[in-house]
Nanobody
Framework: DVQLVESGGGSVQAGGSLRLSCVGSESTQSFRCMAWFRQRVGAGRERVAARASDGRIAYADFVKGRFTVSPETPKNTLDLQMNGLQSGDTAMYYC???????????????WGQGTQVTVS
C-alpha cells in the first residue's frame, strides 16, 4: 500500500495563510494523480486540487486564486499553499493518490491520516 503523510495544518485567523505538505512512500507516485481533499463537519469529502502525472493541475472553484499546488518536483510530494483563508475553509484536509484524477472521493485508492485546518 502507498503511505501518505500530511503535515502543516493548524489554526489561523481569517485572511491568513498555511502550507500543507504530503509525502508519498513510493517512487511510483510519478505515475499517479495526487490530490488534496477536505471534509468539513457534517459534509462529505470534496476535492480541493489535483495534480495529474503529466503535471496538469485542477482546482475546485471555491479555491481558485487562493490555493496553489506545488509543481511536480519531487513527484512523490504534493504541497498546498493556502492564502486568503476563510472560515469556510475550516476542515480536515486529506492527501490522496490514485491512478486517475477522479472528482469523487470514493474513487481514490490511498489516503493520508488528515491534518486539521481551523480558520477563525
Amino acid at each position: 500500500d502507498v503511505q501518505l503523510v500530511e503535515s502543516g495544518g493548524g489554526s489561523v485567523q481569517a485572511g491568513g495563510s498555511l502550507r500543507l505538505s504530503c509525502v508519498g512512500s513510493e517512487s511510483t507516485q510519478s505515475f499517479r494523480c495526487m490530490a488534496w481533499f477536505r471534509q468539513r463537519v457534517g459534509a462529505g469529502r470534496e476535492r480541493v486540487a489535483a495534480r495529474a502525472s503529466d503535471g496538469r493541475i485542477a482546482y475546485a472553484d471555491f479555491v481558485k486564486g487562493r490555493f496553489t499546488v506545488s509543481p511536480e518536483t519531487p513527484k512523490n510530494t504534493l504541497d498546498l499553499q493556502m492564502n486568503g483563508l476563510q472560515s469556510g475553509d475550516t476542515a480536515m484536509y486529506y492527501c490522496a493518490t490514485s491512478l486517475a484524477c477522479h472528482t469523487s472521493a470514493s474513487m481514490w485508492d490511498d489516503w493520508g491520516q488528515g491534518t486539521q485546518v481551523t480558520v477563525s
